[in-house]
């Protein structure tokens, strides 16, 4: 097995992604296993140019305390090893979960405001988070026992926009690299890291999928981790040919007026099925809002489409509607 950067890392790839690394890459960094082991390769990948390339990135969720802040210190002595300049934050998780939301959740939003407060500061245009091709394996099993679409099975992209408004992207070198190659590659070349506890409690599905259904899975097929990982780029190719398809329709069809959006009624029963659910959800699906989930889509296929219709609405997130106006479907702000 070889033990270079470049064997861990999609080289071929990361070569053709315009800017990368020399636009500047923010390495979000959190002192476990994965992350280090990418600081290590970018690092040694990025040469002589790396202090102009690389900066680390870490923050201290506020979840756990002492072990919080030593895996801060660890982040920080080896980015000045390493020659890098460093940001690290805290945030206070738990005050903001107290007034509502999902733990995982709440942590991952602020985790990416503080990567992209991070990045536009210093004018990078890429993040870099050491998501694997294990990580992708246990998110697209995740997805598919708690029900998904094919967009839902494109799980983690490689490279995509980190939010609407910034011209940072989020990038994943790592993606086709199995877990294993990477604790060889740390052992061989004596990454240090720091093992987070949480990642043994069983109470988390995603601990239990990768501690006990992946290695069951894995008996069945040795490859299944690259297996799934190839699913999801398949599925990727799919839904954005399809997604293509729904986008030049609304072109074409689509027409506003103020604050509403009307689609005609008969062009959209002539489309197949999947261009109509993209297009319905394209148009239903604002940022600003909460999740347009399936079931919105298949309500306003089943009550909104047929001929006796007229004047029905259906309900969308963010206090909107979508309401059949004579031969049209006329969406509606909040």
């Given at each position: 097995?070889?033990?270079?950067?470049?064997?861990?890392?999609?080289?071929?790839?990361?070569?053709?992604?315009?800017?990368?690394?020399?636009?500047?890459?923010?390495?979000?960094?959190?002192?476990?296993?994965?992350?280090?082991?990418?600081?290590?390769?970018?690092?040694?990948?990025?040469?002589?140019?790396?202090?102009?390339?690389?900066?680390?990135?870490?923050?201290?969720?506020?979840?756990?305390?002492?072990?919080?802040?030593?895996?801060?210190?660890?982040?920080?002595?080896?980015?000045?090893?390493?020659?890098?300049?460093?940001?690290?934050?805290?945030?206070?998780?738990?005050?903001?979960?107290?007034?509502?939301?999902?733990?995982?959740?709440?942590?991952?939003?602020?985790?990416?405001?503080?990567?992209?407060?991070?990045?536009?500061?210093?004018?990078?245009?890429?993040?870099?988070?050491?998501?694997?091709?294990?990580?992708?394996?246990?998110?697209?099993?995740?997805?598919?026992?708690?029900?998904?679409?094919?967009?839902?099975?494109?799980?983690?992209?490689?490279?995509?926009?980190?939010?609407?408004?910034?011209?940072?992207?989020?990038?994943?070198?790592?993606?086709?690299?199995?877990?294993?190659?990477?604790?060889?590659?740390?052992?061989?070349?004596?990454?240090?890291?720091?093992?987070?506890?949480?990642?043994?409690?069983?109470?988390?599905?995603?601990?239990?999928?990768?501690?006990?259904?992946?290695?069951?899975?894995?008996?069945?097929?040795?490859?299944?981790?690259?297996?799934?990982?190839?699913?999801?780029?398949?599925?990727?190719?799919?839904?954005?040919?399809?997604?293509?398809?729904?986008?030049?329709?609304?072109?074409?069809?689509?027409?506003?007026?103020?604050?509403?959006?009307?689609?005609?009624?008969?062009?959209?029963?002539?489309?197949?099925?999947?261009?109509?659910?993209?297009?319905?959800h394209t148009v239903a699906q604002q940022a600003e809002y909460p999740a347009v989930a399936s079931r919105h889509v298949a309500a306003i296929e089943q009550t909104l489409l047929p001929t006796d219709a007229i004047g029905k609405c259906v309900d969308l997130t963010g206090g909107r509607q979508v309401r059949r106006i004579a031969d049209a479907l006329v969406f509606t702000q909040a």
């Amino acid at each position: 097995m070889k033990f270079t950067a470049e064997s861990i890392l999609n080289v071929t790839w990361l070569r053709q992604v315009a800017g990368f690394p020399s636009a500047g890459v923010v390495v979000a960094v959190s002192g476990g296993l994965d992350s280090m082991t990418l600081l290590h390769a970018l690092h040694t990948w990025c040469g002589e140019d790396r202090a102009r390339y690389l900066h680390v990135a870490h923050l201290d969720h506020g979840l756990r305390g002492a072990a919080a802040a030593a895996d801060a210190q660890l982040v920080a002595e080896t980015a000045a090893q390493m020659g890098l300049d460093w940001t690290v934050e805290r945030a206070d998780i738990p005050h903001l979960v107290a007034s509502g939301g999902n733990l995982e959740a709440v942590a991952r939003q602020v985790r990416y405001a503080f990567l992209r407060r991070t990045a536009e500061r210093l004018g990078a245009a890429f993040v870099a988070t050491a998501h694997t091709q294990s990580d992708q394996a246990e998110t697209v099993l995740l997805r598919l026992v708690r029900g998904t679409s094919l967009a839902g099975l494109t799980a983690i992209a490689p490279l995509r926009p980190l939010a609407a408004g910034t011209p940072v992207q989020v990038i994943r070198p790592f993606l086709s690299t199995s877990r294993r190659q990477i604790v060889a590659y740390a052992r061989h070349h004596g990454v240090r890291f720091r093992e987070d506890a949480t990642n043994h409690d069983l109470s988390r599905a995603r601990n239990r999928l990768r501690q006990r259904v992946l290695p069951e899975l894995e008996r069945l097929n040795p490859q299944v981790g690259r297996a799934l990982a190839r699913l999801a780029a398949q599925a990727r190719e799919d839904q954005e040919y399809l997604m293509e398809l729904a986008r030049s329709w609304l072109e074409c069809h689509a027409r506003r007026a103020g604050g509403r959006l009307a689609l005609p009624v008969m062009e959209l029963l002539a489309l197949p099925p999947p261009i109509r659910r993209r297009v319905l959800h394209t148009v239903a699906q604002q940022a600003e809002y909460p999740a347009v989930a399936s079931r919105h889509v298949a309500a306003i296929e089943q009550t909104l489409l047929p001929t006796d219709a007229i004047g029905k609405c259906v309900d969308l997130t963010g206090g909107r509607q979508v309401r059949r106006i004579a031969d049209a479907l006329v969406f509606t702000q909040a």
